[in-house]
């Protein structure tokens, strides 16, 4: 089944102490994207790479890190979190056939930094 | 900066009523509006997209119909039905679609 997995679904974590969020794909798709959802602000993007070594950041970058090195894995990691950072997130994957090729979404992290 | 506005953040509409709603844009540079639906404990899913060479879109009870002089973009629901329950966004890319901006989102609730 294709699918985008990501793990932990559920995360309770103190300031200041790194974690990493993983997120694996099996659909071979170049493009992989991390977003965070709050309430009354939808849907924002954290960083994205358009393939291998190649990352570039969204909107909300600040507090984050990730990395690409294999095509299928794109690791979310949080050196030092804060509590700004309780939030549900979001890892995407998308094939770069043409612009209709949609993000396929996982199932998505809760966060809650105390 | 929102880049794309949403509305409204909420709606109730009874079963077999249309439901409608709202985005609107900036950035003109936006070739590429989605929305994707999203049901409680899962990740969006894309519902259907529109370019703005086109001024409507259909796919079964669902519509977009898009103003590119308005920069607006609409998601109509026909025969609203209660698994239609769900979160709507709207989305806006452009280029390379590397970047997609979401909309606010709009949490729909079909009673029947």
């Keep these: 089944e294709a699918q985008v ?5 559920y995360l309770i974590t103190v300031t200041g102490k790194k974690l990493t969020v993983t997120c694996s794909q099996n659909m071979n798709h170049e493009y ?5 959802q709050d309430p009354g602000l939808g849907l924002r993007q954290i960083y994205y790479s358009m393939n291998v070594e190649v990352t570039d950041k969204g909107d ?4 984050y890190k ?4 294999e ?29 209709n090729s949609p993000l396929h979404f996982g199932n998505g992290t809760r966060l809650t930094v105390t | 900066q929102q880049q794309v506005k949403q509305s409204p953040q909420s709606l109730i509409v009874q079963k077999g009523g ?9 950035n003109t540079a936006f070739d590429y509006f989605p929305w994707y639906q999203q049901f409680p404990g899962k990740g969006p899913a894309l519902l259907i997209a529109i370019r703005p060479d086109v001024s409507e ?14 920069k607006q973009f609409s998601l109509h629901i026909m025969d609203s039905q209660p698994g239609d329950s769900a979160t709507y966004f709207c989305a806006a890319s452009s280029g390379g679609y590397q970047k997609v901006t979401f909309g606010i989102g709009t949490k729909l609730q079909v009673i029947p």
């Excluded at chain 2, 249309?18 to 985005?23: D, G, R, V």
């Excluded at chain 2, 879109?57 to 308005?70: H, L, V, Y």
Aim: charged share 25%; with cysteine; aromatic share 12%.
């Design chain 1, 32 to 36: 992989m994207s991390w977003y965070r």
């Design chain 2, 18 to 26: 249309i439901s409608i709603i709202n985005c609107a844009y900036e």
């Design chain 1, 66 to 69: 990730v990395s690409r090195k």
């Design chain 2, 57 to 70: 879109k259909k796919e079964g009870r669902f519509t977009i119909s898009f103003n590119k002089s308005a």
């Design chain 1, 71 to 99: 095509k299928r894995n794109f690791p979310l990691i949080l050196e030092s979190p804060s509590p700004n950072q309780t939030s549900l997130y979001f890892c995407a994957s998308r094939a770069e056939t043409g612009f």
């Design chain 1, 60 to 63: 909300v970058p600040e507090g």
């Design chain 1, 5 to 9: 997995t990501q793990n932990p679904r």
